[in-house]
């Protein structure tokens, strides 16, 4: 109330857990705020039905890539209540026009010109993400994060937040096994896994050296690994990670 902001932005890229939108929805409705959602990175298990939809809350605007879960072509959509008008005409700036007043924003003013194997190839991956089998896979990628988040608790892995409600993992490594997260990007890069160093909360390293390190399990749920890999998996990686077994 002391702020009185006029949007309020709910989202993350490393955060392993469920975002109460609801309450997002209260204080912004209490302030006059309009409220907008990045879901970049879990917008494939709100297609799948696995994770929380912030618009189903009461958001006005929500953001997303159409990569990563979503597994679409590299690019991006925005989704927004409201009506859509015409772009050429100003409107008054209602939470009703919405649509067209991002309309004027991207186009012509920010957006050069779309590229059109693009949007076909979005077309796919939302025709692909309304079969019933996106939503097994939405269903498997969670199962999978949540039994590899045990296997690696089991094998001294100390987490944020101590588990994960979503796809993503992030791995205090400086904690846990005394090294940061470049480190521990290079010791499984080395036996071919790819994950990425990222910060913590209350991060004592440098942001270019943090302690953390992120997984996900999206694309390998699409390669068809499923719950007994992610323990054989947990393993390999806190192998890695304790004795440089990479050398």
Do not use: W
Not at 29 to 53: F, K, R, S, T, Y
Not at 130 to 135: K, T, Y
Not at 138 to 164: F, H, K, M, P, Y
């Amino acid at each position: 109330m002391e702020h009185q902001p006029k949007i309020i932005l709910a989202g993350f890229s490393a955060y392993p857990r469920t975002l109460n939108y609801q309450k997002f929805v209260e204080i912004g409705n209490e302030v006059g705020a309009l409220l907008m959602a990045d879901v970049a990175h879990i917008a494939g298990l709100i297609a799948g039905g696995v994770a929380d939809n912030p618009l189903d809350a009461g958001f006005h605007v929500m953001t997303m890539t159409t990569h990563k879960s979503l597994r679409g072509p590299r690019g991006g959509m925005i989704i927004s209540r409201g009506v859509a008008g015409n772009p050429l005409s100003a409107p008054a700036k209602t939470l009703e026009n919405i649509p067209t007043l991002i309309d004027r924003a991207v186009f012509p003013g920010m957006q050069g010109g779309p590229h059109m194997n693009t949007i076909a190839a979005k077309a796919v991956a939302l025709f692909e993400a309304a079969q019933p089998e996106f939503r097994d896979y939405a269903q498997q990628v969670v199962r999978n994060a949540r039994v590899l988040a045990d296997s690696l608790i089991e094998g001294g892995c100390q987490l944020v937040t101590g588990g994960t409600d979503n796809h993503l993992i992030l791995i205090d490594v400086n904690s846990s096994f005394g090294i940061d997260g470049k480190e521990a990007e290079r010791r499984l890069d080395a036996i071919g896994l790819t994950a990425n160093a990222n910060s913590i909360p209350d991060d004592p390293l440098p942001m270019f050296r943090p302690s953390g390190l992120r997984i996900g399990t999206p694309a390998l749920t699409t390669r068809g690994l499923v719950e007994n890999d992610m323990v054989e998996l947990g393993q390999k990686i806190c192998l890695v990670l304790k004795n440089n077994a990479s050398e």
